[in-house]
């Protein structure tokens, strides 16, 4: 089947249900243990699943509902974590603390990590399925190094295992495998030296389509101060597209509406796979489709219109359920008219 105009897709992460973790938080609680919490996940995941379809969504994500956390979840099957003596750490060059973590020895799988949620995903819809992963450069940037005292080493050795896992992702046929790295606004000048190189290490003998989510965090209020610290224009991407350009990575997911980021930056980004950010997750106002609609426009000055997928800026884990659905709504229904207007 041919991709349509415009495919409409989510960054990553929905809204928990109450029924399985604290609601309008980053890093919730679960609500239960053992068995029933393997199957309220799974409960949880089948109802994303069908609320993305039902918004009319092109390409279906997990919501990532088996996660405590976008990068967390990934490290909990990972041998040489301890999650027992998690230190307090500022992350994201101190922009806030959170309690993370330790590397404590050499790492290694402990087997699959994400099988059960992407076989899930795969069985129930017969649309394109994209799959989250934590980038390398994010994780050494949310975990405390005991062991490795070098950040590139640690980034390849996380690149390594993130390899082993999208690998068997791919396996268990998810179409699009995303690599989360919003680190690479925050130190940019690693991001091109060494981090586009680990991710392409994480990425590495895929055959499906590959991505990159790069974004100015959740919205949650550190991210949002942290915002409006950053001037009238913000140009972090800048220093790191032209790397990402060159890289064999497909896709590139950023930042756009409600943002200061120049439009013309997504020029940088010639032959690459564009997700454009037009739904603003830390605002809880319900974007109209005339202004998706419109966001698209402005993006395609300088983004091929075979190559724009409109998409969320970021996740919406932190926002309330029934705003996310109307989100997903809405974001549809802007991809609907703009195909309408720029057919």
Known sequence: MPRPLFPATIAGSLPKPAWLAETQKLWPAWKLEGAELAQAKADATLLWIKAQEDAGLDVIGDGEQSRQHFVHGFLEQVEGIDFEHRVKMGIRNNRYDAMVPQVIGPLRLKGRVHEAEARLLRAHTQRRTKFTLPGPMTIVDTVADRHYGDRVALAMAFAELLNQEALALEADGIDVIQFDEPAFNVYMKEAADWGVRALERAAQGLRCTTA????????????????????????????????????????????????????????????????????????????????????????????????????????????????????????????????????
Request: net charge negative; aromatic share 6%.
């Open 212 to 343: 990159i989510h790069i974004c100015y965090g959740y919205g949650i209020q550190a991210n949002i101060d942290w915002k409006a610290s950053l001037g009238e224009e913000w140009r972090q991407y800048e220093a790191v597209f032209p790397a990402l350009a060159k890289s064999r990575i497909d896709q590139v997911s950023l930042e756009c509406f409600h943002s200061h980021v120049p439009a013309q930056l997504m020029a940088l980004l010639e032959g690459k796979d564009v997700m454009v950010g037009v739904i603003d997750v830390a605002s809880d106002a319900v974007e109209t489709p005339e202004q998706i609609a419109d966001t698209i426009g402005e993006a395609l000055r300088y983004v091929p219109r075979d190559r724009l997928l409109p998409c969320t800026n970021c996740g919406l884990a932190p926002m309330e359920r029934e705003i996310a659905l109307k989100k997903l709504q809405a974001l549809a229904e802007g991809a609907r008219l703009a195909r309408e207007r720029y057919a």
